[in-house]
């Protein structure tokens, strides 16, 4: 059992894509996809000429955006990759993480508009899917108690599963994992090693925030959360052995 969760990068690349279902396929693992698509967003909404704007890396999603945004998510993303995994031999059915009450949501602040954070509420249907060999894909929309659309971050999403389950985590995107200061993948890193390479600016920006998260992920799930490249084939064929899989966050 475990999480993977695709970055907008790694959404855009079918073969990958295939591959990776491939893997889950051939090798019987349960999965639960879950997915973001910020491109897919950014590119409804020029269409539209509605100006996106981000505070703090998050995307500030007022209600008169959510229509657009829903359909990029739980619409395009979503059933694209429902339907890849299906052509790959997956049972694959596409839900937003609301769905039979797995997730429940708590709103960010006015300024952000209709964005939430959430925690898993009731586990109990989807771990049947998954019993009954269905593999989940589930998008960052969810929708509250009075019926409203809430944006969340995928990354949120795929880590409150993921402690939930108490199930490894892979957060697949185009990055092969946490470089040192050779640019070399670093194969294993805990909180002593992250602390010393953040201070010794090896780890900077965004990759800093990844993996300090990737952390608190990996204390409360009990697990290991994995950073590797959906177009690294040794980590899509290792990806149920759970080994050699870019880098490994480990508590």
Not at 25 to 43: F, L, P, R, S, Y
């Amino acid at each position: 059992m475990l999480i993977v969760k695709l970055s907008g990068k790694a959404l855009n690349d079918s073969q990958a894509l295939g591959a990776l279902f491939e893997e889950l396929k051939t090798n019987n693992e349960q999965a639960i996809i879950v997915h973001g698509g910020g491109v897919e967003v950014d590119k409804i909404l020029g269409a539209f000429d509605l100006q996106s704007n981000k505070i703090d890396g998050i995307r500030v999603s007022p209600s008169e955006h959510m229509p657009y945004i829903t359909a990029a998510l739980a619409g395009q993303c979503n059933k694209v990759l429902q339907a890849q995994a299906i052509a790959h031999g997956l049972n694959a059915v596409g839900l937003l993480c609301t769905d039979f009450n797995l997730c429940a949501l708590t709103p960010y602040e006015a300024k952000f508009g209709q964005v939430a954070s959430c925690t898993v509420k009731d586990s109990s249907l989807v771990k049947s899917l998954l019993n009954e060999g269905v593999t989940p894909v589930i998008c960052s929309i969810g929708i509250n108690e009075q019926g409203q659309l809430y944006n969340i971050n995928a990354d949120e999403v795929a880590a409150a599963i993921a402690i939930a389950f108490k199930a490894p985590l892979v957060f697949f995107s185009d990055v092969k994992g946490v470089l040192d200061q050779n640019g070399q993948v670093i194969e294993l890193i805990d909180s002593k090693n992250i602390e010393e390479l953040i201070a010794a600016k090896v780890i900077t920006d965004g990759m800093a925030v990844k993996v300090k998260n990737a952390l608190a992920v990996a204390e409360q799930s009990n697990n290991s959360v994995f950073i590797a490249s959906i177009f690294d084939e040794q980590a899509r064929h290792n990806l149920s052995k759970l080994r050699r899989i870019g880098t490994s966050v480990q508590v």
